[in-house]
């Protein structure tokens, strides 16, 4: 086993037991510090795979391997200590009544001494941008608040793979774009990212790869370009390209390079006006 395999997941099928939703042939590995998007409308079945990615499905038809791991034989605590879960909805995460005892919780669970716990803690408010919310009532918060407090949940525990169910939902437009340098700053020192989002447009910022569901069939899976250029396949999907590819496409061949951020279409356009 390659032991930069981080994840190798091999399902074939999975069922609720009373719902006729599935998901189906879902094959894909995930590297040491690669960042995977998990796109799909919404039903596809995005917070269903990374649930199954964190163990907490086990009735499964196929193989998740978790460091080479059959992840079913996994102890909770063996899991969550290698790999971070942020819930789509953070009111399922959030347990505590203030903000220090929820992001103190896992670092309490693995023994670390006090100083070390409020250290990790102060450490983790800031990176989200709540800096001195410690004492704070987490009821009062607003969901945008609360999706960072879950997600400095994990920031304290320092997981080195992250699964994050749409981590930029409820925030604002200059705090979703911190987030993504964030993340782009967690994947730089190595941690593995899977985010599961419907926002194309953000997924070019921290994604190498794309994992495309549709009606909980893995229907695309590999590198940006040749996935999220293809508007009228993505449509079928009910996706399309990142917006800012598409005045670009509609060029036909004039530009040679399709841009999919607002940045690279920054230094497309820059060299078209300076030539
Ligand atoms: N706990 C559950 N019990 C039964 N069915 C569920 C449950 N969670 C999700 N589903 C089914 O799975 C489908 C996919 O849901 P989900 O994975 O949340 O999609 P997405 O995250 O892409 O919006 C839903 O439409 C629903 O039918
Ligand atoms: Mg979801």
Redesign the pocket.
């Known amino acids: 086993m390659d032991p930069l395999v981080k994840l190798k997941v091999s399902i074939e099928r999975f069922t ?6 599935s998901l189906r042939d879902i094959h894909f590995e995930v590297r040491k510090g690669e960042g995977i998007a998990v796109l ?12 199954l990615l964190d163990g907490l499905y086990k009735n499964y038809v196929g193989e998740i391997l978790l460091e080479g791991q059959e992840i079913r034989t996994l102890k909770p605590r063996e899991i969550y200590s290698k790999m971070g879960f942020l819930f ?1 909805n953070p009111e399922e995460q959030l347990f505590a009544e203030i903000v220090f005892d929820d992001i103190a919780f896992g670092p309490k669970n693995m023994g670390w001494a006090k100083e070390k716990i409020e250290e990790a803690v102060k450490k983790a408010l800031n990176m989200v941008e709540l800096e001195g919310f410690e004492l704070k009532g987490i009821q009062n918060l607003s969901f945008g608040q609360k999706k960072r407090v879950a997600l400095a949940g994990l920031l304290a525990m320092g997981q080195e793979i992250l699964l994050l ?2 981590p930029t939902l409820g925030l604002d437009p200059v705090l979703e774009k911190n987030f993504i340098e964030l993340f782009l700053k967690l994947k730089r020192k190595g941690t593995t990212l899977i985010i ?1 989002t ?1 926002n194309v447009d953000l997924v070019p910022y921290f994604a190498d790869k794309v994992i495309v ?1 549709s009606k ?1 069939k893995m229907v695309k899976e590999g590198f940006l370009r040749p996935i999220l250029l293809q508007a009228e396949e993505l449509r079928q999907f009910s996706l399309r390209p990142p917006l800012i590819a598409l005045p670009f496409m509609s060029f036909g061949k004039s530009f040679q390079e399709i841009p999919l951020t607002v940045e690279e279409a920054e230094v497309l356009l820059k060299q078209r006006i300076l030539s």
């Open positions: 609720f037991e009373d719902d006729e939703f799909g409308a919404s039903g596809a079945g995005k917070t269903t795979l990374l649930k789509q169910d749409e599961a419907h569901l909980g």
